[in-house]
C-alpha cells in the first residue's frame, strides 16, 4: 500500500464508483416528467425520486462514521456499490412507479455510504501535504458528474428512453465492483466501537426530519408557514440537539460532535455548508429565472448554465494543485468576495440583462466555489487526528444535503414570498409583465439573503489559517519551506 502505483489503482477505483454513483444523482431530473405521463403521476409524487434519494442520503451519512470503523475499505466499497447496482437493477426493470421508487431508494443507500467511505480512506492513504491535489482530482468526479447529468440525460431519454437512464448504468457499476474486488487493499483499522441504537434513532429522525421538512417548504405554497412543516421540523430539532448532547455523553459516540472543538474544522466546515446552500439555491433559483422573465426554454436554459458548471468540476484539481502550494487563505478569501459580488449582481438582475452577462456571472460564481468547497473541507479536515477522520468526513457529508435542502427552501420562500407582496393590490388578471417583474422583486428579495451569506463567508475567511494535523509533523516544516 506504500507504493504509488497502489495508491493510483485505489483512487482510480473509488473514481470509477464515485462518478457513476453520483452522476446518477442528477440522472433522473431531466426525465420526471416523461415519467409522469408514463405513469400518470403528479408532480409533487413524482418529486419524491429526487426528494426521497436527497433524504435517504440524509439519513445515512451519520452512521457512515460507524460502518467505516466495523468494516474494512473492501467491504465497505464493494458492498456499497452492489447495493448500488441492485437499486440500479430495480429501476432498471420497474414495471410501476413504487417499484422505480424503491430501485431508487437502494440506490440512495449506496450512493449515500459511498462518499464518506472514499473520503476516510483517501484522508489515510494520502498525507496532508497533498491532500489538496488527491480532494481535487476527486472533487473532479463530485462536481463534474452532476453537472452533465441533466445534459447526458436529455439525449439518453430522447433517443433511447427513460430505462435507459438506468440500463447505461449497470455495466459500469458491475466493471467497478469487479475492479475494486481484484485491485482494491484495505486501508486503516477495524476497531468495531459499540452501537447506540438510540443515537441512531435520534441521527436518523433528526435529520432525515430536517432534510424533508426544509425540502417540502420550498416546494408548497403555505412554505414555513405550514403547520405540518412546523411541527416535523420541530421534533427534528429536538431529535437533533438530544443527539449532541448524548454524543457528548458516550464513551464511543456514533457521530463524535467534539470534532467542532478544533478551530479550522469548525471554520471549513461553515463555509462549506453556505457555499453548499448558495450553489444549490442558484441552480434551482437561476433556471427558472431564465424560463421565466428571460424566456428561454429549458433546453437553452440547460445549455447556458453548462459552462459554469463543467468549469466548476474541471478547475477542481487545480485549485486542489494550488492548495497543497499556497494553503487555504489565498484561495478562499478571493473566491469568497467573488462569491459575495457575484450574489449582488443577480440581487440587481433584470429581465433586459445581456446574455453573454449572465453566463459570465454563472461562470464567477461556480469558479468561486471551485475555489472554495474543496479547499475549505480539505483545510478543515486536515486540522483532526486519524481517529476522527471518520467522524469529521461523516459530519461534513451529513451537512451536505441538509445545506442543500436549507437553501433551495429558504431561497425559494424569500422568492415567492417576495412575488406575493409585489403583485399585492394589483388587479387579479395579471398580464405576464406583471408576473415577470414579480418574479423578478422575488429574485432580488432572496439574492439580498445571499448576499448577506456571502458577507458571513468573507468573515469567516478572513479568519482561516493553514490547519496542521497532530498526526503529521512535518507539516509545518513542509509549509515553511
Known amino acids: 500500500m506504500e507504493t504509488t502505483q497502489n495508491r493510483k489503482i485505489i483512487l482510480a477505483t473509488f473514481m470509477i464508483g464515485a462518478f457513476f454513483a453520483i452522476l446518477n444523482e442528477t440522472l433522473l431530473n431531466i426525465a420526471l416528467t416523461e415519467l409522469m405521463d408514463v405513469f400518470g403521476l403528479s408532480a409533487p409524487t413524482v418529486q419524491w425520486l429526487a426528494t426521497g434519494f436527497m433524504l435517504v442520503m440524509g439519513v445515512l451519512m451519520p452512521i457512515s462514521a460507524l460502518l467505516i470503523q466495523w468494516f474494512t475499505t473492501r467491504q465497505m466499497f464493494i ?28 440506490q440512495a443507500v449506496g450512493t449515500g455510504l459511498l462518499i464518506p467511505v472514499i473520503m476516510n480512506a483517501l484522508l489515510l492513504l494520502y498525507e496532508p501535504a497533498v491532500r489538496g491535489r488527491i480532494m481535487g482530482t476527486f472533487g473532479l468526479v463530485i462536481m463534474f458528474a452532476p453537472a452533465i447529468g441533466p445534459t447526458l440525460s436529455g439525449v439518453i431519454v430522447d433517443f433511447l428512453g427513460w430505462r435507459w437512464l438506468f440500463i447505461t448504468v449497470i455495466p459500469f457499476a458491475l466493471f467497478s465492483i469487479i475492479f475494486a474486488w481484484k485491485f482494491l487493499e484495505n486501508v486503516g483499522e477495524v476497531t468495531r466501537p459499540k452501537a447506540d441504537p438510540l443515537s441512531i434513532l435520534l441521527s436518523s429522525v433528526g435529520i432525515g426530519g430536517i432534510v424533508y421538512g426544509f425540502s417540502s417548504a420550498g416546494e408548497t405554497e403555505a412554505g414555513f408557514t405550514s403547520a405540518s412543516i412546523l411541527g416535523i421540523l420541530a421534533v427534528a430539532v429536538i431529535s437533533i440537539t438530544w443527539f449532541v448532547f448524548r454524543q457528548l ?17 469548525a471554520r471549513g466546515i461553515a463555509i ?8 444549490f439555491a442558484s441552480e434551482i433559483v437561476m433556471p427558472m429565472y431564465l424560463q421565466g422573465p428571460l424566456g428561454y426554454s429549458a433546453k437553452i436554459a440547460g445549455l447556458l448554465l453548462l459552462p459554469g458548471a463543467l468549469l466548476n468540476g474541471l478547475m477542481s484539481p487545480v485549485m486542489g494543485t494550488l492548495f497543497d502550494k499556497v494553503g487555504p487563505r489565498k484561495l478562499i478569501i478571493p473566491g469568497t468576495i467573488v462569491l459575495t459580488g457575484v450574489m449582488f449582481f443577480f440581487s440587481r438582475i433584470t429581465p433586459s440583462i445581456p446574455t453573454w452577462s449572465f453566463v459570465l456571472a454563472y461562470i464567477l460564481l461556480m469558479l468561486s466555489i471551485s475555489a472554495i468547497m474543496m479547499p475549505s473541507q480539505t483545510n478543515a479536515l486536515n486540522e483532526l487526528p486519524k481517529h476522527l477522520y471518520p467522524h469529521g468526513t461523516a459530519i461534513a457529508n451529513t451537512l451536505q444535503p441538509i445545506g442543500g435542502a436549507l437553501g433551495v427552501s429558504i431561497f425559494v420562500s424569500i422568492m415567492t414570498q417576495g ?6 393590490g394589483e388587479q387579479a388578471q395579471a398580464g405576464s409583465e406583471l408576473m415577470n417583474e414579480a418574479m423578478t422583486a422575488g429574485v432580488h428579495q432572496a439574492y439580498w439573503f445571499a448576499l448577506a451569506l456571502g458577507v ?17 509533523d512535518t507539516e509545518s516544516e513542509q509549509k515553511q519551506a
Open 249 to 265: 455523553r458516550l464513551e464511543e459516540p456514533l457521530l463524535d460532535v467534539r470534532v467542532f472543538r478544533y478551530p479550522s474544522y
Open 272 to 279: 462549506f455548508v453556505i457555499v453548499i446552500m448558495a450553489m
Open 79 to 106: 458492498g456499497v456499490m452492489t447495493i448500488f447496482l441492485i437499486g440500479t437493477t430495480i429501476a432498471a426493470a420497474a414495471l410501476n412507479f413504487p417499484m422505480l421508487l424503491t430501485g431508487r431508494m437502494i
Open 456 to 472: 458571513i463567508t468573507v468573515v469567516i475567511a478572513l479568519t482561516i489559517k493553514w490547519a496542521v494535523s497532530p498526526d503529521y
Open 419 to 424: 412575488q406575493r407582496n409585489y403583485l399585492d
